[in-house]
Nanobody
Framework: QVQLVESGGDLVQAGGSLRLSCVAS????????MGWYRQAPGKQRELVAT???????NLADSVKGRFTISRDNVKKTVYLEMNSLKPEDTAVYYC????????????????WGQGTQVTVSS
């Protein structure tokens, strides 16, 4: 019914930049918050950044000043601009969106993408 598809993950050297994208599609009535999470090997999934429908953002302390989250509501897309990448940023990055579908317009549910790998070499 609803799909989130991420793209943009890659292998990059420390200090480099990447831009992740996540497009939502399907039977969408509305999208509330969107965000990015990441999970490194052997670690729990952690929040990276979130953005509300009106554009208010929240970033993890570890990425403040380096990462920027933005969204295009018309395209149903959320972006994560990552600069000054560090080896500790290596992880699978997951897109998340809180969505109301056309069949359940009064219920907001969490949807996740399949993940995109970001690897930062030292």
């Amino acid at each position: 019914q609803v799909q989130l598809v991420e793209s943009g993950g890659d292998l990059v050297q420390a200090g480099g930049s990447l831009r992740l994208s996540c497009v939502a599609s399907g039977s969408i009535f509305s999208i509330n918050d969107m965000g990015w999470y990441r999970q490194a090997p052997g670690k729990q999934r952690e929040l990276v950044a979130t953005i509300t429908g009106s554009g208010n953002t929240n970033l993890a302390d570890s990425v403040k000043g380096r990462f920027t989250i933005s969204r295009d509501n018309v395209k149903k897309t959320v972006y994560l601009e990552m600069n000054s990448l560090k080896p500790e940023d290596t992880a699978v990055y997951y897109c998340n969106a809180k969505i109301r579908t056309t069949t359940h317009i009064f219920r907001t549910s969490d949807y996740w993408g399949q993940g995109t790998q970001v690897t930062v070499s030292s």
